[in-house]
T-cell receptor, first 113, second 114 residues
Framework: DAGVTQSPTHLIKTRGQQVTLRCSPKSGHDTVSWYQQALGQGPQFIFQYYEEEERQRGNFPDRFSGHQFPNYSSELNVNALLLGDSALYLC????????????FGEGSWLTVV | QQQVKQSPQSLIVQKGGISIINCAYENTAFDYFPWYQQFPGKGPALLIAIRPDVSEKKEGRFTISFNKSAKQFSLHIMDSQPGDSATYFCAASMGSGGYQKVTFGTGTKLQVIP
């Protein structure tokens, strides 16, 4: 039973560029959330997708956008990258009606130079 | 706005000792309080969780103590082992099923020395 998988694991982008990160949820899960974890900090909630719609959003600018596909996988897009966007981006999945447990992937390390 | 405050920032404990990490929250609407363990280069993994109608929950060497009136909760790791060395995050969330947003504390880096 595969857990939450994310790609790529590491990437380096230049300031001003755009990046797309990908996530496949745990088998049987239908809800995907994205978190940003800066070095030495706790994860910060970006947004959550269910039924291909953004259901909740944290305090992040519109440069951060996402998408969920019919197979429940998800993408996180960040436009006009800033140096401060350098962080570990975590995807978490859960299933509606199955309690509060969410499962995290290993994350995608983004470095903006 | 820091809704979940965690202390200490770092902790060094000898093998066999007790590790204690404390958290406090502000929003009384939170109804689920998980603890996550994160090893370097890995994503957070759920360790143990509690709901506010329970004052204590124990799973193996890990115990959560919860004080609803004080809006505080803590993690106790008994008989700490070098393999427990990791960063621990307390968290709080609200909402049912998958409709929840988890708010994390700032983390505690635990080092267990032999």
């Amino acid at each position: 039973d595969a857990g939450v998988t994310q790609s790529p694991t590491h990437l380096i982008k230049t300031r001003g560029q755009q990046v797309t990160l990908r996530c496949s949820p745990k088998s049987g899960h239908d809800t995907v959330s994205w978190y940003q974890q800066a070095l030495g900090q706790g994860p910060q909630f970006i947004f959550q997708y269910y039924e291909e719609e953004e259901r909740q959003r944290g305090n992040f600018p519109d440069r951060f956008s996402g998408h969920q596909f019919p197979n429940y996988s998800s993408e996180l897009n960040v436009n006009a990258l800033l140096l401060g966007d350098s962080a570990l981006y975590l995807c978490a999945s859960s299933r509606q009606g199955a309690g509060n447990t969410i499962y995290f992937g290993e994350g995608s390390w983004l470095t903006v130079v | 706005q820091q809704q979940v405050k965690q202390s200490p920032q770092s902790l060094i404990v000898q093998k066999g000792g007790i590790s204690i990490i404390n958290c406090a929250y502000e929003n009384t609407a939170f109804d689920y309080f998980p603890w996550y363990q994160q090893f370097p280069g890995k994503g957070p993994a759920l360790l143990i969780a509690i709901r506010p109608d329970v004052s204590e929950k124990k799973e193996g060497r890990f115990t959560i103590s919860f004080n609803k009136s004080a809006k505080q909760f803590s993690l106790h790791i008994m008989d700490s082992q070098p393999g427990d060395s990791a960063t621990y995050f307390c968290a709080a969330s609200m909402g049912s099923g998958g409709y929840q947003k988890v708010t994390f504390g700032t983390g505690t880096k635990l080092q267990v020395i032999p």
